[in-house]
């Protein structure tokens, strides 16, 4: 509740306006009955003069209102519409701040639904409940005391049918958000089933599942159908129902105001005035259900908002702006807390380096990289840049220091030019070429119809995985941070392409004097660096110049043979 709170104290002001205009409104809106009643009384006792007086009041006063609401309404829907585009941004800026452990437990689906469905809760709280709740006390109550005024006994027997009124809309409004929320995670749910079907597309043909696949479409849109055919059903009773309890108000009324009247206790203005209350008070008995409903749903939304804005942030550190010594000493490290991916690493690495480290897949590679770029928390005193503990440092110097290519060479819906150029928003033309270059993916680039404005992703054409890092490689080299990791970067390269590459980026290295830590598995990769690391399981087991390792003849040396041999067939 702390963000609704926070949202009001900021926009006090404008709140304060919108509630005195419903509340002049409605003031004026139980009036106009009154001279309803003057009106008609004028009828009877035929005085044209005051009829005509009495109607313009009416035409007045109903001007006035549509204008005021017509004010108020825009107001609120300025105020909550800024709130909601406010909150849509925040949610979305903790997603791009949490840790990749608190992104990985949530659901897309989930999060999508946060952003959308959970602010409309909010949305429709604040743009009818909120209205709503001081409508039934302004209008509610201004309404009963100027009918009870005019007299008791017909105001408590009409009364008694619009009563139902209440609990009816509480009901309602309680079971249709019920199946809104099921309609939702349906959705959430449709949508994962299509997505599923765009990225897995080849392996649903493969396997020949499309009869299978099609099958869990349908279930889930079947259910679909269910649950709107329940919204359907619901709206159907609601109406008649509202509008029977109105009749019945109207029925009471006029009989028991026809009474009174033959009696002589009332006169026919009052009786017309009464059926403007009756439908004046409609509204406010509704809207008592409504809200609660409105709000419960609300509130459920509003805490699942607050627990994505809740998450734990990058804690703040010590900035630093280059490093002369990483250190890691002993470094365990284990996901789960149960098998350890990282048994005790230790090595150091000097500025100026370039770090070759290889090992089979799942040894333990990508976490060693994680961890010296913060993705994930290193247990203390294991991680050192320049004698700091790498938990005392912020994640501010980590995007300084560091350019990291990981090793999905990830690349956004856009042109290849703005993507390398994320790297480095104020680089030239030419300095994007010239990246472009050195990576090997200029030529390629110049070969696209449209050259460096070619789009990808989901909007343009899908490039290689060969491409899309050599464009990722680029656009590291972009950052001029003086470290560079490169995690198995150019696995997806072909073998004279990489061999270019290497060459090129050798060059470059020297030229811009970085810092570099490579990460291949393919060995070939790695003739360029200083010292390589071999990790089995997890652990360090060789460590020396490429030609040290040769002739050390262990597992870097047998690995080679057998990786020069797959490469000749
Ligand atoms: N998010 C994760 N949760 C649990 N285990 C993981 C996670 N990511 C990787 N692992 C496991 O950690 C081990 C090391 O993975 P990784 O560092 O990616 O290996 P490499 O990069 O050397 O191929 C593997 O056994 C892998 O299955
Ligand atoms: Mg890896």
């Not at 994962?192 to 765009?198: G, H, K, M, Q, T």
């Not at 004279?496 to 811009?512: A, D, G, Q, R, V």
């Not at 291949?520 to 997890?538: K, Q, Y």
Request: hydrophobic residues 45%; glycine residues 6%; contains cysteine.
């Amino acid at each position: 509740m702390k963000t609704l709170k926070d949202y009001f104290r900021k926009e006090f002001f404008r709140y304060v306006a919108i509630v005195t205009l419903l509340i002049v409104v409605d003031f004026a809106q139980v009036y106009l009955p009154q001279f309803t009643k003057s009106a008609i009384d004028s009828i009877s006792v035929k005085n044209t003069t005051n009829l005509f007086k009495y109607s313009i009041y009416i035409l007045v006063l109903s001007f006035g209102i549509v204008s005021l609401r017509f004010l108020y309404q825009s107001l609120l829907r300025k105020a909550v519409l800024s709130f909601d585009y406010e909150l849509k941004n925040k949610i979305f800026e903790s997603f791009v701040f949490f840790k990749r452990k608190t992104l990985e437990k949530f659901e897309i689906g989930d999060l999508m639904s946060r952003v959308t469905n959970d602010t409309q809760a909010v949305r429709m709280f604040l743009i009818m409940g909120f209205l709503a709740i001081i409508d039934v006390f302004v209008l509610g109550l201004t309404t009963f005391i100027f009918m009870m005024r005019m007299n008791l006994k017909l105001t408590l027997a009409v009364s008694v049918p619009l009563l139902f009124l209440f609990p009816l809309a509480l009901n309602f409004g309680t079971k249709i958000h019920r199946i809104y929320k099921r309609i939702n995670m349906i959705f959430a749910d449709m949508s994962v089933r299509v997505r599923e079907l765009v990225n897995g597309i080849r392996v649903i043909k493969a396997f020949v599942k499309e009869q299978y696949f099609t099958k869990l479409f349908h279930n889930v849109n079947q259910e679909y159908l269910k649950e709107n055919m329940q919204l359907v059903k619901l709206d159907g009773f609601f109406d008649p129902i509202v509008n029977f309890m109105i009749n019945a108000a109207n029925l009471v009324l006029i009989f028991y105001g026809g009474l009174l009247y033959i009696k002589g206790v009332v006169g026919m203005g009052t009786i017309a005035a009464f059926f403007q209350y009756i439908e004046t008070l409609t509204w406010p008995m509704m809207a008592v259900g409504f809200s609660i409903a409105l709000y419960q749903r609300a509130t459920a939304s509003l805490s699942r908002i607050e627990e994505v804005l809740n998450q734990p942030k990058e804690k703040s550190g010590r900035l630093i702006t280059d490093i002369e010594r990483i250190h890691i000493k002993d470094l365990h490290f284990s996901f789960d807390d149960n098998v350890e991916v990282l048994k005790g690493i230790s090595l150091n690495i000097s500025k100026g380096e370039v770090i070759g480290i290889t090992g089979a897949p799942g040894s333990g590679k990508t976490a060693l990289i994680h961890l010296l770029l913060k993705i994930v928390d290193a247990k203390k005193g294991s991680i050192f840049y320049d004698g700091i503990d790498i938990n005392s440092i912020s994640f501010e110097s980590i995007k300084r220091i560091f350019s990291y290519v990981p090793q999905e060479g990830f690349l956004f819906s856009d042109t290849i030019y703005n993507n390398i150029k994320i790297g480095n928003p104020d680089a030239t033309r030419e300095e994007i070429e010239n990246v472009a270059k050195v990576a090997c993916i200029y030529d390629d680039i110049m070969s696209f119809k449209d050259g460096f404005n070619t789009v990808v992703g989901e909007q343009g054409i899908t490039l290689s995985g060969g491409e899309r890092q050599r464009i990722a490689i680029a656009r590291a080299l972009l950052t001029k941070r003086p470290y560079l990791i490169l995690d198995d970067a150019l696995a997806s390269v072909d073998f004279k392409t990489e061999s270019n590459i290497i060459k090129n980026l050798e060059e470059y290295f020297i030229k811009n004097g970085l810092t570099v830590i490579m990460i291949s598995e393919r060995l070939s990769s790695l003739l360029i660096a200083n010292r390589i690391f071999v990790l089995v399981d997890g652990k360090i087991i060789e460590e020396g110049t490429f030609n040290e390792l040769i002739s050390k003849e262990g597992y870097f040396y047998h690995l080679y043979r057998k990786q020069l041999l797959e490469a000749n067939l």
